[in-house]
């Protein structure tokens, strides 16, 4: 298929391109000029058109929480959010400890037709921390890291061995960073605000113990390390540190804990309740201080579906987590890129090429010959997030009722157009 866009602003700060101008796209390649016309012409006046976003974190649910999410509702909120590669996290039931869950996954994206996925597989057999899994088959199977995600892996010899193992395959182990003997019955950040509100807090040193360990054992091992989901300014200093004695150390942050602090818990709703919790001003303020001095080197949407009926409970019962594909770049150009604490190349770069290569995903940039994943962008429009208009089959988002500036208007993977101003087309790739 032949596509022209035309007269879009082309933004791209991995090839430094910030100039307006039209994009061709023959058989899902980029190309410098087509013959003949073009089957299919997109009008890119007043919008942006930058790589596609690359999401490496993100939880589907499907198999096994079907109610909360699945493949397809899931890639369908991915390509409205601008992302066309989603990473899939293995908490599942069954979890993605053999070769058959992942490529269920695969197949089931494939049928979907929307965003691409990549599925992450266990560190351990059923995610008991205990036992490695055959990361060989799981490599085999498509999964390009492992992970344990929704638990960490406590014993520090199993780490260890993971650490060393996946050497052997140059894939990153992702660890989520909680001491539970320190989190124990957490709920909310250990702080002021939880001892105003009589909830039982969840400390910093939670995150760091763990983080400091793992930072260990990643040069020991000279494995590759990836931390998902940072959150506290010391445990980013630790990484800022051992970064400067080895390159195979990334780390990811989220929207939210971006965006917000522990003083939106105050209002009870539980949306505001993610693992880790939403910490303090001073921690924000580092984490995008971290974002601009680039220690950080993914904004991940860490994208946690429930259904109602397990959010809509007291604090202390609701479920941990929150949705974030389809608000993730409005929220962050409107907080961060607006107020002038981050530049929009910087943003974009998270969201992108710095992601991708994270995971060695060769995605994220506008080049002759490259992969037409992009996503078309109305920098000005200002809209408001509404809890009915998630195509995500759950709708717990902190970010309910904010008014917004930057929206999604087009998602192109692969060259065919899945998305555009609302309207959704699936396409097999």
Not at 157 to 183: C, N, Q, W
Not at 269 to 279: E, G, S
């Amino acid at each position: 298929m032949i596509v022209e866009i035309k007269g879009a602003h082309l933004f791209d700060p991995l090839n430094k391109i910030d100039e307006k101008g039209n994009v061709y796209i023959i058989n899902g390649r980029v190309k410098k000029k087509i013959k003949g016309m073009p089957e299919l012409v997109i009008d890119g006046k007043n919008l942006y058109l930058m790589p596609a976003f690359i999401d490496i974190h993100t939880h589907l649910r499907e198999p096994g929480n079907e109610d909360a999410e699945t493949i397809e509702t899931g890639s369908k909120a991915a390509v409205k959010g601008g992302y066309a590669t989603i990473c899939a996290m293995p908490n599942t039931i069954p979890p993605v400890d053999n070769e058959g869950t992942a490529r269920y996954i695969i197949d089931r994206a494939k049928q979907a037709g929307y965003a691409k996925i990549f599925p992450i597989g266990t560190i351990t057999k059923a995610r008991e921390g205990k036992e490695i899994s055959e990361i060989g088959h799981l490599v085999k199977a498509g999964c390009i890291g492992i992970s344990d995600d929704g638990s960490p892996v406590m014993n520090a010899d199993v780490m260890r061995r993971a650490l060393e193992y996946t050497k052997i395959f140059g894939i990153p182990v992702i660890e989520h960073p909680e001491d539970l003997d320190l989190s124990s019955e957490g709920q909310i950040n250990e702080g002021v605000v939880s001892a105003d509100l009589g909830i039982e807090g969840i400390p910093s040193i939670s995150e760091t113990t763990i983080v400091a360990r793992d930072l260990l054992l990643a040069k020991f091992t000279g494995g590759r390390l990836h931390l998902a989901h940072i959150s506290t300014k010391e445990a980013l200093s630790r990484i800022e540190r051992m970064k400067k004695q080895t390159e195979k150390i990334t780390c990811e942050v989220t929207p939210h804990h971006l965006t917000l602090t522990e003083e939106s818990v105050r209002t009870f709703d539980t949306n505001t309740k993610m693992k880790p919790p939403l910490r303090t001003r001073e921690d924000v303020n580092a984490l995008i201080k971290g974002l601009n001095k680039g220690i950080i080197d993914a904004i991940a949407t860490d994208h946690a579906p429930h259904p109602r009926y397990r959010k809509e409970l007291e604090y202390s019962l609701a479920a941990f987590g929150v949705i974030g594909l389809e608000t993730s770049f409005s929220v962050l150009h409107t907080k961060l890129v607006k107020t002038g604490k981050v530049a929009l190349s910087t943003l974009i770069s998270k969201m992108t090429s710095s992601p991708g290569n994270c995971f060695h995903l060769p995605y994220g940039e506008i080049k002759v010959n490259g992969l037409a994943d992009f996503v078309l962008i109305d920098l000005k429009k200002q809209w408001k997030i509404e809890e009915d208009a998630f195509v995500s089959k759950s709708s717990n988002s902190p970010f309910i009722d904010w008014k917004v500036d930057g929206k999604v208007i087009s998602t192109i993977v692969n060259g065919n157009l899945v998305f555009n101003d609302g309207i959704f087309t699936p396409s097999a790739f």
